[in-house]
């Protein structure tokens, strides 16, 4: 299955201090909303100064000032353990950490080399990123959780935090299969995505905020309370036209499906997809209902079908009867997928104009050894 860039899911209209905002991506900055900021990072940073301090001196008079030295680098104020909005911690991803490090501590630490000094920084921030996985259970926001429902878009996580630290915090959130994606080890300051139309970047952090707004980049919206967006869903104008086709080795024997989206003449998605031993016309009906599905997981509501399936076609369209209970069943839950859309058409096409749905399904057959 092939997705296209410009797929997307239904716009929606987020209204946040008289202000509107028009996107149908939202980019979550995870370590705004979803974890306590100075509960995890300023004890992540704790763990890896101590972890430094211990394997880089033996002189225990410069023990605290190389642990100190490290807080204030990663951007951790050491009399309260208050984190800066500007802080490396906080900004870069963390497997940049050991050099950023290594750089400013060189000349402090004076019986290391830099790549013995180097070695040894990446060696105990690896371990204490393991350790802090107990960090991020214990600092999650499940308030602010729950201002995820409210928004129907495409959802993606960020951090700058690690992978599996990440795969940590969504299994312990619950939000295994919410995000379409999530991203790690990002730095939050080059987000070129951000830049995109139809993005929306929600970010609590007024650093951040700032720093996009002086390279022209206006999509990124700080909010500090969650409970204050509303949102609106907005219906898309656009119709999509879906090719069709079934394609079975045998009849019934080796079939696969074929399916071509577009819209403005502009391909946003194929599908191509073996779906077992079948009939030809129990192919052609399973690719109208997984287009269908498609339509309504994408939130495509103005849809034509493009058949050369005269059966189908006919069926659907009330021309034939139903007769074959097999396909009845299939028939029952097209009708029910196509009753969720606007507006919904199909109609038959010669062979020929529908070659670019017949390839894909014949691509499906392709993929199977007989």
């Known amino acids: 299955m092939t997705f296209h860039s410009k797929m997307n899911l239904m716009p929606i209209k987020i209204k946040f201090d008289e202000n509107e905002y028009i996107a149908d991506t939202v980019i979550w900055d995870r370590d705004s909303y979803f974890v306590n900021v100075n509960n995890y990072w300023s004890r992540l940073v704790a763990t890896i100064a101590q972890r430094v301090a211990e394997n880089t001196t033996t002189n225990w008079g410069n023990f605290n000032q190389i642990r100190t030295q490290v807080i204030k680098l990663l951007g951790i104020n050491p009399e309260n353990g208050e984190i800066e909005l500007s802080s490396p911690i906080n900004l870069l991803p963390v497997n940049v950490l050991p050099s950023l490090l290594t750089s400013s501590l060189v000349n402090f630490i004076k019986e290391k080399k830099y790549d013995d000094l180097n070695n040894i920084l990446r060696i105990q921030i690896n371990k204490s990123l393991e350790e802090s996985k107990d960090f991020i259970k214990d600092s999650l926001n499940i308030e602010n959780l729950k ?74 919206l700080p909010i500090n309370n969650l409970t204050k967006i509303s949102t609106e869903e907005m219906m898309r104008e656009d119709t999509v036209t879906i090719n069709i086709d079934g394609a079975s080795k045998g009849n019934p024997g080796p ?19 073996y779906i077992g031993e079948h009939t030809n016309n129990f192919a052609e009906y399973t690719a109208l209902i997984r287009a269908l599905e498609l339509c309504v997981e994408f939130n495509f509501y103005n849809i034509e079908v493009k058949s050369d399936s005269e059966l189908v076609v006919k069926q659907i369209n009330k021309i034939y009867k139903v007769k074959d209970p097999d396909i009845k069943d299939l028939y029952d839950k097209a009708i029910t997928l196509i009753k969720r859309l606007s507006t919904f058409k199909i109609v038959h096409i010669p062979r020929e104009e529908n070659s670019k749905a017949d390839k894909l399904a014949n691509q499906g057959l392709s993929t199977v050894n007989h």
Do not use: P, W
């Open 147 to 220: 201002s995820l429902k409210t928004i129907k878009a495409k959802h993606i996580l960020i951090t700058n935090d690690s992978k599996e630290n990440n795969e940590t915090f969504l299994k312990a959130a619950n939000l295994e299969t919410f995000f379409i994606e999530t991203h790690t080890n990002i730095n939050k300051e080059q987000m070129e995505t951000c830049s995109k139309k139809g993005v929306l970047f929600l970010t609590n952090n007024s650093f951040l905020h700032n720093s996009y707004l002086s390279r022209g980049i206006k999509n990124i």
């Open 255 to 273: 079939s696969s499906i074929g399916i071509l989206f577009q819209s403005n003449n502009e391909t946003i998605k194929e599908v191509s997809e």
